[in-house]
């Protein structure tokens, strides 16, 4: 187990850490050499850009756990029922989840076109616009556009995990409520919701730590944009060590960001721990 | 009673019906989209309101893919990196599942924990440092630096999912070994690891996975030359006025056709992988 533990060591800590002690100094990444400059970069964001990138950051990760959970939830609870074809629905629906996080960029890049888009010639269809928009370049719509890419790529994992978790549910329990005169939907709060608890805060949690250092669908679908209403902590920290090459300003960006991080983290262990995995 | 219930069961199941045809339509709707625009000619995607059902089938867009000697070279590339860090990340990670499922030695949790927390951290983070150290051992735009940093996502995975694997393995097989005089090492090699081919496929192929679908440290730690498929794909494709969408929705297709193709393939031996934990990030 040595070499495992050493080669965590070497590319996952040490570069953690040297990457956050940038953040007390004025560095390049281009260029050698450093200056301290204690916690200069830190006030300087602090009386700055962080509190716009922290609000875009938790709509970001609230809007994209919260809509796959609710879509694996609905999703899952069908499923969960003598459905026809639920096996192979079940395979099928996986596919977002699989497919490389690019992919899903681009194809929700096509959807969301301004003038070809399926998206603009679905809702048009319904009456519920007007004209054509440009979804991924309106400022006010393009949190939201990249939301729902990242609500398709997320469900499939919930779905499949909440599917799991309702499997355990007793199936007596479900009838003795029955026989009590329990209607479908106080069963789902008194037997189903309350079973799930465990597994539904796992899900969340993880959902919620993945969403808050996510990176590949905002980058690569509004690149940030426009004019920086996509921007998050990941993209910014991206953009600000390798297009502005300014690790001091990275290093205190990743900083806050981690101490942020390390509370949600926190809480997953010691949850981990409750259950017993560990 | 039973007429009650027998309402309420149509009523749920038609509440079902319901929920799998509009979620259902979101989930796979895209998907169906993806494969139409792939196989439309070019020209009659530029069209408004577009057609849910394309109407000359061509396999053109694909064809077009193959003059661009540049996607094979990033296919080729995505191939090398993920299947060797996925044989990479099973062998390393074998050992270590199995001491944290089998022994207990001081520090065990405290380990266990770190490796736990080690793949929560932003990768974007860990480039700023990574990307400064391939560069001064000159490892920059190298298959070195891709499965080296690839590593650093696919290690805690392997390491976890084997130590929940191993743990199904009962205590009395290890002690029956050790009564007939097998070390350590041998009782591995010849009795633990014969058993769990099931648990090192599905790890491998969970690491084969995620290699394949990363993007960021492919990004930035590699250049034209030894770069993956997704970064060379927004490389070729997203452009300041993209509008090759039939051939880059065929290019999407091939890059997800492998994790498809390898996840029904084995899916008996994932679903479980899926639930066993923290997967996919």
């Known amino acids: ?278 | 009673m039973s007429k009650r219930s027998a309402r309420d069961s149509r009523g749920s199941r038609a509440a079902a019906w319901a929920a799998v045809a509009v979620l259902g339509g979101f989930g796979l709707l895209p998907v169906y989209w993806m494969l139409a625009t792939a196989l439309t000619p070019a020209q009659q995607t530029f069209r408004y309101p577009p057609s849910l059902i394309p109407t000359d089938l061509t396999l053109d867009n694909f064809a077009n893919l193959a003059d661009e000697p540049a996607l094979a070279r990033y296919l080729f590339n995505s191939i090398i990196v993920s299947v060797i860090t996925a044989v990479l990340s099973v062998v390393v990670s074998a050992y270590m599942g199995y001491a944290f499922s089998k022994f207990r030695f001081r520090g065990r949790r405290s380990l266990m924990y770190f490796v736990l927390s080690s793949q929560m951290f932003p990768q974007a983070l860990l480039l700023v440092t990574l990307y400064a150290l391939f560069s001064a051992y000159r490892l920059l735009d190298t298959y070195t630096a891709l499965v080296l940093s690839f590593t650093t996502f696919t290690l805690p995975l392997c390491v976890w999912m084997l130590k929940g694997f191993f743990d199904t393995i009962p205590d009395s097989l290890v002690e029956a070994a050790r009564v007939d005089g097998a070390s350590r090492l041998r009782t591995i090699h010849s009795v633990i690891l014969p058993l769990s081919a099931p648990g090192l496929v599905a790890a491998g192929l969970f690491a084969f996975v995620r290699g394949w679908n990363d993007f960021i440290f492919a990004l930035t730690l590699a250049g034209r030359e030894k770069t993956t498929l997704p970064p060379g794909l927004v490389n070729a494709f997203l452009g300041e006025a993209t509008a090759q969408w039939a051939e880059l929705m065929a290019a999407s297709l091939l890059a997800s056709l492998p994790v498809v193709v390898a996840f029904i393939a084995l899916q008996r031996f994932l679903v479980g992988g899926i639930t066993a934990g923290a997967i996919k990030g």
Do not use: C
């Not at chain 1, 400059?37 to 850009?49: A, F, H, K, M």
């Not at chain 1, 990760?61 to 609870?77: D, E, I, K, Q, R």
């Not at chain 1, 003038?115 to 009456?127: C, D, I, P």
């Open chain 1, 1 to 278: 187990m040595l070499p495992a533990l050493a080669m965590l060591a070497a590319i996952v800590v040490y570069p953690l850490v040297a990457s956050l002690v940038t953040a007390f100094f004025a560095q390049s990444l281009v260029e050698p050499g450093r200056t301290f400059v204690g916690l200069g970069n830190i006030t300087e964001l602090l009386g700055g850009d962080f509190w716009r990138l922290l609000r875009q950051t938790l709509v970001f990760t609230v809007g994209a756990t919260v809509a796959p959970f609710l879509v694996g939830l609905a999703l899952a609870l069908a499923l969960n029922t003598r459905i026809r074809g639920r096996a192979t629905l079940r395979g099928l629906l996986l596919i977002p989840w699989l497919v490389p996080s690019v992919v899903v960029s681009f194809l929700w890049m096509w959807i969301f076109n301004a003038n070809y888009g399926l998206a603009n010639g679905a809702l048009e269809a319904l009456g519920l616009i007007d004209e054509p928009r440009a979804w991924l370049a309106s400022p006010g719509t393009a949190m939201a556009a990249v939301i729902v890419a990242k609500t398709w790529a997320s469900f499939p994992w919930i779905l499949v995990m909440l599917l799991a978790g309702l499997q355990t549910v007793p199936g007596e329990l479900h009838e003795a409520a029955e026989t009590d005169g329990a209607g479908a939907v106080q069963r789902f709060f008194a037997v189903t919701l309350p079973h799930l608890r465990g597994i539904i805060g796992i899900v969340l949690l993880l959902e919620l730590i993945w969403n808050f250092q996510h990176f590949d669908l905002i980058y690569v679908m509004t690149g940030g944009g426009p004019a920086g209403a996509t921007e998050t902590f990941a993209t910014a920290v991206y953009e600000t060590a390798f297009q502005g090459y300014d690790l001091g300003r990275a290093g205190a960006l990743g900083l806050l960001w981690m101490l942020l991080l390390l509370g949600m983290v926190a809480i997953y262990v010691r949850r981990s721990e409750r259950e017993g995995q560990l």
